[in-house]
């Protein structure tokens, strides 16, 4: 079953939810989804959670590592070296995909987070599937959801 672009609509509402849980007021401004030929862009730090069942391939949180030291000092950790940020990002992509797993049902399978460091253009994941980029603005910083599912 492919993604359609209401399928996307809850991979905003998920990451909406994850800022809002970090402050009361976020200033995140989610910009419109773009499709791309490949999944990217990737920063310095991603989480990539592979996906099975109802469809194949991959969700990604990236951002880089001045917003996560900032979202690691909301969350009270004292942390913010390079593992710290390491695990923070593999935590928000399986925080965002166990979410939309709740929306898509059981057969919606995720597993453990995969995390890459360095910043690519793409990431050499084919899907075969439509290849979203959801840019998510905040505290002026810039990370991405994207999601490649088919």
Do not use: H
Request: with cysteine.
């Amino acid at each position: 079953m492919k993604m359609t672009d209401q399928d996307i609509r809850i991979f905003i509402t998920m990451a909406r939810r994850y800022f809002e849980a970090l402050e009361p007021k976020p200033t995140l401004v989610i910009e419109p989804p773009f499709l791309r030929d490949e999944l990217g862009p990737l920063l310095e730090y991603t989480g990539i959670i592979p996906v099975s069942g109802r469809c194949e391939g991959a969700v990604c949180f990236t951002a880089n590592g001045g917003m996560l030291e900032t979202i690691l000092a909301l969350l009270k950790d004292e942390r913010r070296d390079d593992a710290a940020k390491r695990d923070l990002v593999g935590e928000i992509a399986n925080t965002l995909s166990g979410n939309a797993r709740e929306e898509f049902g059981s057969d919606f399978r995720i597993s453990v987070p995969n995390v890459i460091v360095g910043p690519r253009v793409s990431a050499d994941l084919r899907t075969g599937g439509r290849n979203y980029a959801i840019p998510l603005n905040w505290r002026s910083e810039t990370a991405y959801l994207l999601v490649s599912l088919k």
